[in-house]
Structure formats: structure tokens, C-alpha cells
């Protein structure tokens, strides 16, 4: 409960402020409006994060009598181009309350892994007093759904290895696609369950690993479609020719899917072609990306809490008042600390579940690395691998706690770390010296 609590303050204090679009809630706004309208749509991601942004701002209610006609027009939208009544609270709304369920099982997580209650509450402010995880998941951004989907993963992961049962694996491949259906970085997820089957081959059998797999991959096709079916009921509607978003949608609709969006009759190749109409715009997007942002980082700076962006700037008498992603330097390094002394064990004592933490650390931070040299990436690309790290860390923790003065002065550097840092979550004002901290340069 005290953590839902902090989680709730921190995430939906001042929630519709600033009253501008946060990174790529230019794009996300639009794509509302059009699941709004029931228009069909493809985006730069699968659709369940959209959807479900869609759905916060549904039941927030406060949009429903704006006029967003011209927002569902184009794909990218800025401040003054909304409607002057526009609510930006409904559409934060979802991605807030999903970022404190987040910060719950997050503190579950830690609390399975170390067996202490102390641990799993200490551990939780490694997410709770990470401005960078604050600032995604106050806006209409996709990480605390991705975030929530990983963490049910390792939840049911962890079930099904200590008390190996199909329906374990079935959720485990259910959250992995979920995961996927909001990023599609979210397969790698599936790469750690895949390694729990392979070392526990021995003990168990072929048949019952075979089993395992099988429920496991059940799981992954249910989710696919699922969102299949809700996103197909979601777009009753062709895309609009007259719009310029609508133009850019209908380039990629296959007959057999623009048929079925005509005539109302939804047929097994329908929803085929629907998925394959979406896989074909996102890596078509892919393909435009730049290589190089000013804003962009690598894989090796987000190890040590690297990559800050400043998302938004304006002045007042007061002065220069940012929204930026900043890392809690203290948190990421706690990260890689946790993988460091994982990887040192790992030989030695080899367990299911460290071995999938890690595989899924190393295949994320991999893909990254080799992603690095088509597309410019940014920190919030490393948060998957981030919270692998403070699972690692936790799993150590139960073998040995190291000692209370040493846990103590982390816990201290912390909670400096974030209050020098907050101010870029809510967007007060800012001295150049916290700028220079954040390692956002002057300003």
C-alpha cells in the first residue's frame, strides 16, 4: 500500500502539466484521435500501447465533446494545432496508472527474489526515485505498459520454476507478446523463458520441457490475437484519403484487409493481413529513422546512467523550466552492479532464474548494440535490460546482504540523486548547474 501510494503522488502530481506534447506524444495524440474515430491506422509500434492510451483517455471522459478531426488528420501534431480545450490528462492518464502498478510489482519482484521485506521495499526506490522512469511514465509514452508486461513475465517466470505448472508458462508467453504488442523489442523477453527450458532439460524430460514450450507459445499466439481481434474492432473504418495521415496509411493496406474494413466481414486471412499490413509499416518506418539525433545515445553510456534528452523547455520570470528524461545515475550503475556480480556467480552456481535475466540482459543490450549502426536510439531503449539488472542485483542479495552501513549510504545517494533531479519530472524551473548535472549541457 505505501508504495502505491508514493507511486501515485510521483506519477499523477500536476499530471496535465506541461500542456504541450511530451516527445512522441506528438505522434500519439493523432493515433488516439484516429482509434477515437474508429479509423484504421498503422504507427512506428505495434498497437496495444496506443490502445491502451486510447482507452485511459476514453474513460477520463474529458475529450469526448472536442472537436478532433484535425488532430486524427495528420500523423505528428504540436501544441497550438490542439483544440484549445484539449485535456492532456486523459491521455497521460493510462500510462501513469499502469507506471504505479509497475512500481508494485516491481517492489513484489525484489521481495520474491531477496526473501526480505526490507530489500523488496529499499529496492523499489530504484524505479520510484528514477526521474527517467518518472518522466516516461507520466506522458503518453509506451514504457510503463512495456515495463508492466516485462515484470508480469518475470513473475511468471519465477512460478514456473518453482513449481513448474503449463498454466505458468502460458502467462509467461501471454506477457511476452503482450510485451511485443507494444514493442516489438518485447520477443527478446521469450529468449529467457527458451533458456529456463534448455537447463532444465535434464531434470524434467523432453516431455514435460516439450510441454513447457508448448503452453509457453499458446500463451504468445493467444495475446497475438487477441490484440488482432481488438484492434481489427477498434478500426471499423478505412483510412481517410482526405487526410493526410490517411493517405500515408492506406500505401500499406493489402486488398484483402481494405475488403475487410468495406464490407464488415472479417475473415482468418483478414486479421493475417492485418498483422502482416502493421509488421510492414513498422519496418518500412524503421527504415526512415535517422542514424544520428542530438538528442541519441549508445548502449555503452546508458550502463552508467548516460543518454539524458530534454524533452521540452520554456521560460518564465522564474526562469528556464524543463521536461527532460534524466537517469538516476545511482539507480543505473546499481543496475549494472547487479549484472556484474551475477555474471561472476553465474559459473560457479548456476540457477534458472539468473540464467534468464541474464540471457535476456545480453540479447536486449545486444540487439541495441547492432541497432546502434542503422538507427539513432535513445535511453529509454535500455530500460528492459535496467530492470534485469536490479532483478540480478536482488537475486544476489538473497545469498549475501552486504552490510547495513554500505546500504544505508546507497539508499542516501539516492534520494540526492532525485532530488537534484526532480525538478526535470514536473517542469520547474532549473539553475545551468542542475543542467550540467543532468548532463544535459548548458542551459
Known amino acids: 500500500m505505501a508504495v502505491a501510494l508514493v507511486a501515485a503522488f510521483l506519477l499523477l502530481f500536476r499530471l496535465g502539466e506541461p500542456r504541450a506534447p511530451i516527445w512522441d506524444e506528438a505522434y500519439y495524440l493523432t493515433a488516439t484521435a484516429r482509434y477515437q474515430a474508429g479509423t484504421a491506422q498503422f504507427a512506428s509500434h505495434p498497437p496495444l500501447g496506443l490502445i491502451l492510451i486510447m482507452a485511459g483517455d476514453t474513460a477520463w471522459g474529458t475529450n469526448r465533446h472536442v472537436d478532433q478531426t484535425a488532430v486524427a488528420a495528420t500523423k505528428t501534431i504540436r501544441a497550438e494545432q490542439l483544440p484549445a480545450n484539449y485535456s492532456y490528462v486523459g491521455v497521460r492518464l493510462a500510462s501513469a496508472l499502469v507506471g504505479c502498478l509497475d512500481m508494485v510489482l516491481f517492489f513484489l519482484l525484489m521481495l520474491r527474489l531477496s526473501g526480505s521485506l526490507s530489500t523488496g521495499l529499499l529496492a523499489t526506490g530504484l524505479m520510484l526515485f528514477d526521474p527517467a522512469m518518472l518522466v516516461q511514465f507520466r506522458a503518453a509514452q509506451l514504457d510503463s505498459f512495456q515495463v508492466c508486461f516485462l515484470l508480469l513475465a518475470l513473475h511468471s517466470l519465477i512460478a514456473a520454476v518453482r513449481r513448474p505448472h503449463w498454466l505458468a508458462w502460458f502467462g509467461f508467453g501471454l506477457c511476452v507478446m503482450l510485451a511485443a504488442l507494444v514493442r516489438a523489442n ?78 464488415g466481414r472479417w475473415t482468418l486471412p483478414a486479421y493475417g493481413a492485418l498483422v502482416a499490413d502493421h509488421a510492414r509499416f513498422i519496418a518500412a518506418d524503421l527504415a526512415g529513422v535517422p542514424r544520428h539525433d542530438p538528442n541519441g545515445s549508445t548502449p555503452l553510456q546508458w550502463l552508467a546512467g548516460g543518454g539524458a534528452i530534454a524533452y521540452r523547455w520554456t521560460s518564465s520570470p522564474e526562469g528556464r523550466s524543463y521536461v527532460a528524461l534524466v537517469p538516476n545515475r545511482v539507480a543505473w550503475c546499481l543496475s549494472l552492479l547487479g549484472v556484474l556480480v551475477s555474471l561472476a556467480r553465474l559459473p560457479r552456481r548456476m540457477e534458472a532464474i539468473p540464467l534468464a535475466l541474464v540471457v535476456i540482459w545480453l540479447s536486449s ?79
Open 186 to 263: 518485447g520477443l527478446l523477453i521469450g529468449l529467457g523463458g527458451a533458456a529456463v527450458v534448455l537447463y532444465r532439460l535434464p531434470a524434467l524430460g523432453w516431455r514435460r520441457s516439450a510441454g513447457h514450450a508448448a503452453a509457453g507459445l499458446a500463451g504468445g499466439a493467444t495475446g497475438l490475437v487477441a490484440i488482432a481481434l481488438t484492434c481489427a474492432a477498434l478500426s471499423a473504418r478505412p483510412p481517410d484519403l482526405a487526410t493526410d495521415a490517411g493517405r500515408k496509411d492506406a500505401a500499406f493496406l493489402s486488398p484483402t484487409h481494405r475488403a475487410a474494413l468495406e464490407s
Open 365 to 443: 543490450l545486444a540487439s541495441m548494440v547492432v541497432l546502434q549502426h542503422t538507427r539513432v536510439l535513445y535511453a529509454y531503449h535500455h530500460f528492459i535490460p535496467l530492470i534485469c539488472g536490479y532483478a540480478l542485483g536482488g537475486q544476489a542479495l538473497r545469498l549475501k546482504a552486504p552490510p547495513e552501513g554500505v546500504v544505508m549510504l546507497l539508499q542516501a545517494a539516492l534520494l540526492a540523486g532525485f532530488a537534484l533531479l526532480v525538478p526535470f519530472v514536473y517542469a520547474q524551473p532549473v539553475q545551468p548547474w542542475r543542467c550540467q548535472l543532468a548532463g544535459l549541457g548548458p542551459c
